[in-house]
Each structure stands twice: as C-alpha cells, then as structure tokens.
C-alpha cells in the first residue's frame, strides 16, 4: 500500500486522466490523509463481506481494518485463507479467530452464488479490459471457483502480474468503465463493475503462480498442497508448487481436496479431455424450433470452429419450447440440410432431433420418422410432477429405445434456479452401458448437466458421453462448449470417453450398433 500512497501523493490534482471521480477520491483519500489508511478504506467504501462482518458484530471498526492491513482480507476467500494459516489469530488473538470462523459459516449460508455463465461473461469482460487500457498487466488469468468450472460462483478472482504492480495498479483503477474502488491494497483492488464485485490480484512475477494457486482454490485443495509442501518460497508457476509437494501436477478443475491429491502422488491423474478434442457438436438448435438463427448461421459458424461434423436437432413437437418442429416441418428441414451440405463440404451434417420423453415413456415422434434421421436426441423436459422411481423408468425406457442415441441433460436442473431430478443415476449408468447409449454434459450454463459429480459415476460405469453446447445461437457455440469441456474435466472425463471426441466414422458405428442390437465396443 505504502507504494500506492508515494505514486499518488506525487500526483496532480487529477490523479490519472479518465479516472472516474469516484474512484480518484477513493485513491487520494487514502494517498493524502494521514492515520490509518484501512480504516479510512472501510469509511470510503469497502466490500460486502467486511461490511457484513460489522453488521453481524463479529469484528469492530478498528479489526476490520487490521483484517485488511494486517491479514490482507477483503473477501471471504480471503478471511477462510487467513483463518486457515493463522493470521486472524495472531492478529486478533483466538477469541475473535473463533467469532469471524463462525461468522465465515454464516455468510458462506447466505451468500448468493454467480451461476457460471454470469461469471465467465463478466471476468472474460475484464481481462478484456485489461488488455486493452492495462499495458503494465501481462498473463491476465481467470481464477477462483470458474477457473475450477463450478457451476456456482462464490467470488468473481483474476489474477495477473506486473513488473511494478503498484503503478499497475493505479493504471487498473483508471480503466473505463470501472466503477468504484471497494479496497486498495499494493497490487490488489477489488473493483465494483457492472454492480459485480471483481477481486483483481497483481503478483510480482516471482510469486505469480502461488498467488494464482491460492486463489484458484478449493479450500481443502490448497491446505492439503499446503500441508505437503512446507514452507517454500513464492513460485512463479503454479507447476513448482506440486513439484514441491511431491505431486503430478493437478489440473484446475480436479482440485476439491478429495480423490486428486492421492491419484496426483503416484502420477496416476488421467490425461483429460480438452477442447483440441472435439470433433463436432451433437446438439443445437435453429430456427426451425427455438434457435435465434437459421440452420446456414448455425452451420457456417461450427465450420468457422473447425468441427468435422455437426447435428442440427431441433425440439419435437411436446416440448415446451417457444417454437417446435412440427413433421411438416421436419420434411422442409430435411431439403434445406441438403441444400446446406453442397455449401459446406468441409463439415458434415447429421440431421437428428431432440425428441421429448411423454409421460408414459413414450417418444412424441414415431419410429418410422425417427428411422430417418441419422442421430436421435431424448430428453425428460416434462417431470409431469413424477417421483424419482417414475422419472428413472421412464428415462431407462428412453435409452432401451434401439433408436435413441443419446440421452441429453438427463437431470435437467436450471443451474441455481432447480435441482435436478432425483433419478436413480446408478441404473441410468447401467442401462446406458448396456445398451450402448450415450448421456450428454451439456455446456449450456442453465444445464451444465451430467454435473462433473455424475459425469465421473457415469465414465466410472463404461458409459459413453457426448460433450454438447446445447446451443441457441451461432456466437455462443463456442463459450458454451467450453463450459462443456470444463464441466467434463471435473468429471474425470478423459477423451476415450467422450463420443464427440472420435471421428465421424466411429460415430456412425457408435449409432449403427444400437440399431442393429450389437453389443457396443467399450472404450479402451
């Protein structure tokens, strides 16, 4: 902070030019007022889990401040990290450690969490920002829980770094568009934008790995590294910090401090899926049912991303859907992938549909024109109010189907909104595996489902997945695949597992074989 103070106090009237004034009081409160410039950072306006930390009375005035001065806390990531390796207590002794673990709990309640695909938005928006008003800041990183692809975001972290984070830090504060300075530290501010609260790390290069580490979390990830490790100097990669420990290196989304750390210490961690994996995408829509663009865009768009093949499956006739595909206009569709294909010979194009599953287990469209289409998709939109006994007879009425292919979003939870259905996921796996059906992850982040907890229960069972974007709209293929992939990799999902991840070939042998009975081949 001292370094902070020096550059502003050596400033003009006007800090930086562009400043938001708002902002530029913030920063000369602090630079030209002597006494306590935590404190005078908690009057000027600081951020939410410091000010809930004085409404709860778990901390006063003059400790909330040490907090941010002495223990560098400004978030609730940040008091469980300072709770964690001591520094609340030796700051503030144990009495008020114990008060501020129990206020921690309390707020980690009522937090309401960032579903994944806000997050992602508002963070790629920054490190955009950085980029182009930021020239001091390099190798500007997205971290915390949407580094780890969780589908419920508790704080919104970027990590960077600078040869003199203070100066870069000052530049940061005076890029367009931010809104306010919640707290001010030497390279770190926690900036309001957009009504978001973004907490920004600048690390020296020398300690930019663990900075990035201990920010990506989780929590029982880090003290079990942590624990390992010993005391050590900063990293300035994240890679140093395993070798340290004695660990195989443990990729972001693995890292929730329960299987990884034992795999990672005899290097049995598998080599995950990743985008470069993909092949083409099996589920997307056009405006032949509820899609924001036409059948060309949706095509033009996943040849531009280099896919070899692509499926348009637009919803059937039942789904709830704002518009569906009636038979009438399953037939006219039928002619436009024709016509299409001549124009795009680089990509191949499946034509399927995503039919919906009635509530007696039947589909809504009958097999004589399901026998026409190259991939057929089944979801469970309508719970129709059933139990978890029903919804799991019916789903497993859906995949023993000889011509259904994949069984998409089969939970089909609204990331923050609905849980997903209470299916018995064990004989779903079971009747997938046998049967030679696939279970779609679905990277549409009100999906992001199988979660990566059933996508592992499901590869762990011999269950062939597909990787889908589940999208609406040409310019989002591409995000909500990698929301895909990311939700995949919490999984444990490697490529062999992953359908979309062989070449087109295998594809259409993976279908063949459910239509004509044969058992499938297991991935190997």
Same mark, same amino acid.
Do not use: K, M
């Given at each position: 902070m001292a370094r902070l103070i020096q550059r502003a106090r050596r400033s003009s009237p006007e800090l930086l030019p562009g400043v938001p004034s708002s902002v530029q009081w913030r920063i000369r409160e602090l630079a030209l007022d002597g006494?306590?410039?935590a404190?005078?950072?908690?009057?000027?306006?600081?951020?939410?889990?410091?000010?809930?930390?004085?409404?709860?009375?778990?901390?006063?005035?003059? *400790?909330?401040? *040490?907090? $941010?001065?002495?223990? !560098? $806390?400004?978030?609730?990531?940040?008091?469980?990290?300072?709770?964690?390796?001591?520094? $609340?207590?030796r700051a503030l002794g144990s009495p008020t450690a114990t008060r501020l673990s129990s206020a921690a709990d309390a707020l980690a309640q009522e937090r309401r969490p960032i579903p994944l695909g806000r997050a992602t938005d508002a963070l790629e928006a920054i490190t955009t920002l950085c980029a182009n008003h930021c020239a001091l800041l390099t190798d500007v990183t997205i971290a915390g829980d949407t580094r780890r692809y969780e589908a419920l975001v508790g704080e919104l972290v970027v990590v960077t770094q600078a040869s003199d984070p203070a100066a870069a830090t000052l530049q940061l504060c005076a890029a367009p568009g931010i809104d306010d300075v919640l707290c001010l530290m030497d390279g770190r501010a926690v900036l309001l934008w957009q009504e978001a609260e973004i907490d920004v790390r600048i690390a020296a290069p020398a300690e930019?790995?663990?900075?990035?580490?201990?920010?990506?979390?989780?929590? *029982?990830h880090v003290k079990k590294v942590m624990a390992r490790r010993g005391r050590h100097t900063a990293c300035r990669r994240e890679e140093e910090i395993y070798v340290q420990a004695g660990l195989q290196y443990i990729p972001p989304e693995l890292r929730d401090g329960t299987l990884e750390i034992d795999a990672a210490s005899t290097a049995a961690l598998p080599r995950l899926v990743e985008g470069a994996d993909i092949r083409g995408d099996l589920h997307m829509h056009t405006t032949y049912s509820d899609g924001l663009d036409t059948l060309e865009a949706m095509v033009a768009a996943c040849a531009q991303l280099g896919y070899e093949y692509v499926a348009i499956t637009d919803h059937s006739e039942s789904a709830a859907a704002t518009r569906t595909l009636t038979l009438d206009h399953l037939a006219r569709q039928r002619d436009e992938i024709e016509r299409v294909r001549g124009r795009y010979p680089q990509i191949t194009l499946l034509h399927g549909i995503e039919v919906d599953i009635l509530p007696d287990g039947r589909l809504d469209f009958p097999d004589p024109i399901l026998e026409r289409l190259d991939i057929v998709l089944a979801s469970l939109h309508d719970s129709a109010s059933h139990d978890g006994a029903t919804l799991t007879r019916r789903c497993i009425e859906a995949i023993r189907h000889p011509l259904v292919n994949v069984i998409?979003?089969?939970?089909?939870?609204? $990331? !923050?909104?609905?849980?997903?259905?209470p299916l018995d996921f064990d004989a779903v796996y079971a009747a997938a595996a046998a049967t030679g059906t696939a279970l779609e992850i679905d990277g549409a982040p009100s999906h992001l489902d199988l979660d990566g907890e059933h996508a592992h229960g499901a590869v762990t069972a011999g269950v062939t997945v597909t990787i889908d974007s589940d999208c609406h709209r040409a310019t989002a293929l591409a995000r909500q695949m990698r929301l895909g992939v990311g939700t995949a990799r919490r999984g444990w999902v490697e490529q062999r597992h992953v359908l979309n991840a062989r070449p087109l070939d295998e594809v259409r042998a993976f279908i063949r074989a459910k239509r004509d009975g044969t058992r499938p081949t297991e991935a190997t």
């Open positions: 006494g306590d410039d404190l005078r950072a908690a009057r000027a306006g600081i951020p939410l889990l410091l000010r809930r930390l004085l409404e709860l009375n778990a901390a006063t005035p003059l *400790q909330t401040a *040490q907090l $941010v001065r002495e223990c !560098g $806390v400004a978030t609730l990531a940040d008091l469980y990290a300072a709770l964690d390796d001591g520094r $609340v207590e930019f790995g663990s900075v990035l580490f201990a920010t990506t979390g989780g929590r *029982q998409t979003h089969p939970a089909n939870r609204l $990331v !923050g909104r609905r849980a997903g259905y």
